[in-house]
């Protein structure tokens, strides 16, 4: 029998977007020359008032930015609009935005002497700002929107509308949003134009935190975007489904007008085996559920999945794989010249929802017979690397494509509440992947801190190991209550398998993600954190590509129940399993959540 993976929570503030896209999106792909970053302040009068660290908002936001600004680097075209700047502007307070430093990449003197005359003075007219630096950037190229704002408009346009209109349809343009020193109002009002905008929600209370927030957001706008692809062109309809080819990376997205996609996958040689990734983010609250299959052009089943994501409190990841094989390269699912994947969203979303497919061919191996049988992680495991950030500081990616590759070894990285950094890691065949996370032990923990690791196989499937913890007891997510708490997570080793079970195993070797996710009270500062890394057992029992597929039974072999032949039968009872256990772990997660923390978002 084929598995379920109901994959749910990675927490994260990863930009993979909301919007409406076109029913066949355009590749994000371009450089920072093509697009570039409006920097989009708040001028306000608001921005006059203390902060809780002492200083007025205004001046933390100086000093804020002229760091940042200074350190950006020469190649990107950056731009600075403000808006409240006009003293009693009467009438024209709604249209009261100015550019004060057009788009460009040798303007960063000119940047810092604008910041430096950045004054508090009028109203709020975020909607009509976002308008106007929409126009500013154009229509080329990745495009980001940077807004700092202390509190909610105070004018027409809605700016959460106006963020919505200019991503849609326009796969290139992100908005990125903090909150200053914000109320419970402004607040939500932010994080829906960060939402509609494609883009994250940082909330900062005091400089050091702006300042690393600006950081953070300033760098990722020129980073590809969250969901990055060619165009996968979906069809409501099975017969004008496009045809897809391995080794190449594709967007679409689902719901709204658009609730099953359809795609033929293209088989380069008979006897292999293909696997394919659905990885994305699910950018407003709610829950969403896909259901995938593979299927022969004839029905014969090949593999079924549900995916499942939460959009409550934006914890929204959601990753899932399907692979077709059937235990045998003889089997219609290895031979099949083409095979037609399903994804029909389950009360579908209203607005499209992003997503990428990875695909992956991989011959049938000519010593499958003797490859070791996968197993499970180990209980009770031990790192063997010491915890302790010795090996220096580290800068994850904002997803999944722009993840750094890292060495194994012990790193301290500083994350904000909310934010979710990515690392790649290669593990070969026979090795493991473990991963061990921790709060400073010279710190005191902040307020309802939380921590989340995860580890995705190469299309970006997660195969962590859900019940097994470190010899502590640590698990995969949980409170983070005291000084040096910690989250861990394994993988079972990277062991072939010619039909994936129903447990999440690692079966490819190559570069595997580790996604780290903290979350904590609002206004908390950059926490550092301690991130170690570590890839055991020496490379080992690699299958042999190269020769004549084996055919003889596997030791990998299923039990004879997994061998049944009406392969509508075996879909039915993994869509009957799975949807119990996608339920299941929704209802868990939800509690743990709640349970934990006030708010992730």
Same mark, same amino acid.
């Given at each position: ?369 003797? &490859? =070791?049988? #996968?197993?499970? +992680?180990?209980?009770?495991? *031990?790192?063997?690397?010491?915890? $302790? %950030?010795?090996? /220096?500081? !580290? ?84 409170? &983070? =209550?005291? #000084?040096?708490? +910690?989250?861990?997570?394994? *993988?079972?080793?990277?062991?072939? $398998? %010619?039909?994936? /079970?129903? !447990? ?84 868990? &997660? ?12």
């Amino acid at each position: 029998m084929r598995r379920i993976l109901a994959v749910v929570a990675l927490a994260a503030a990863i930009a993979l977007g909301t919007g409406t896209l076109p029913a066949s999106p355009a590749s994000a792909t371009g450089t920072p020359e093509d697009g570039g970053l409006m920097v989009v302040l708040d001028a306000s009068g608001s921005m006059a008032e203390i902060t809780p660290d002492g200083t007025t908002r205004i001046a933390a936001a100086r000093g804020a930015l002229d760091a940042v600004m200074a350190n950006l680097p020469a190649q990107h075209r950056v731009g600075l609009r403000v808006f409240g700047a006009t003293p009693n502007p009467g009438a024209d307070s709604c249209t009261d935005s100015q550019l004060l430093v057009p788009i460009g990449t040798d303007n960063r003197d000119e940047l810092r002497a604008a910041v430096g005359r950045y004054e508090p003075a009028g109203d709020t007219p975020i909607g009509y700002a976002l308008q106007q630096a929409g126009a500013d950037l154009g229509q080329q190229g990745f495009r980001g929107i940077l807004l700092v704002s202390d509190g909610i408009a105070t004018c027409e346009p809605d700016p959460c509308q106006i963020a919505a209109e200019l991503t849609a349809q326009d796969i290139g343009m992100r908005i990125d949003v903090i909150g200053f020193d914000v109320d419970a109002q402004a607040r939500q009002q932010l994080q829906c134009v960060a939402d509609r905008g494609r883009g994250d929600y940082l909330d900062v209370s005091e400089a050091d935190s702006l300042q690393h927030a600006l950081e953070r957001l300033s760098t990722r706008a020129f980073r590809p975007f969250g969901v990055v692809g060619e165009s996968a062109g979906g069809t409501v309809e099975a017969a004008d489904a496009p045809e897809l080819v391995a080794g190449t990376q594709y967007a679409d997205e689902l719901g709204g007008d658009r609730p099953a996609l359809h795609y033929l996958l293209h088989r380069e040689q008979p006897g292999s085996i293909l696997h394919v990734g659905i990885t994305g983010r699910l950018p407003h609250q709610g829950t969403l559920s896909i259901d995938g299959s593979l299927t022969t052009a004839d029905g014969t089943a090949c593999d079924a999945t549900t995916v499942a994501a939460l959009g409550e409190d934006r914890y929204s990841i959601f990753t899932g794989r399907l692979s077709a094989a059937e235990g045998s390269p003889s089997h219609a699912c290895a031979t099949a010249e083409t095979l037609l994947l399903s994804l029909e969203a389950a009360a579908p979303p209203d607005a499209p929802v992003p997503f990428e497919l990875r695909i992956r061919e991989e011959p049938w191996p000519s010593n499958a017979s003797t &490859l =070791p049988a #996968p197993t499970d +992680a180990e209980r009770g495991w *031990t790192l063997g690397i010491a915890a $302790d %950030g010795a090996t /220096g500081s !580290l800068v994850g990616g904002a997803s999944l494509n722009d993840a750094p590759l890292t060495q194994p070894g012990s790193y301290t990285i500083e994350m904000l509440p909310n934010e979710f950094q990515f690392f790649r890691v290669a593990a070969d065949w026979g090795q493991q992947v473990r991963v061990h996370a921790n709060l400073s032990p010279d710190l005191p923990a902040p307020a309802d801190a939380w921590g989340i690791l995860q580890v995705l196989d190469p299309v970006g499937a997660d195969v962590g190991a859900l019940l097994a913890t470190d010899a502590d007891g640590t698990r995969w997510a949980q409170p &983070l =209550p005291e #000084p040096g708490s +910690a989250v861990a997570v394994t *993988t079972a080793p990277v062991r072939w $398998d %010619g039909d994936p /079970g129903m !447990l999440k195993r690692p079966v490819m070797a190559g570069e595997h993600y580790v996604a780290m996710g903290f979350g904590a009270a609002e206004g908390t500062p950059p926490m550092p954190i301690i991130v170690t890394i570590e890839v055991i057992g020496e490379a080992a029992a690699a299958p042999d590509f190269s020769g004549t597929p084996d055919t003889a039974p596997a030791v990998a072999e299923e039990a004879p129940a997994a061998t049944l032949d009406d392969g509508s039968l075996r879909v039915l009872i993994t869509f009957a399993v799975g949807g119990l256990i996608a339920i299941g772990v929704i209802v868990l &997660l939800v509690w743990l959540w709640r349970r934990a923390t006030r708010r992730y978002v």
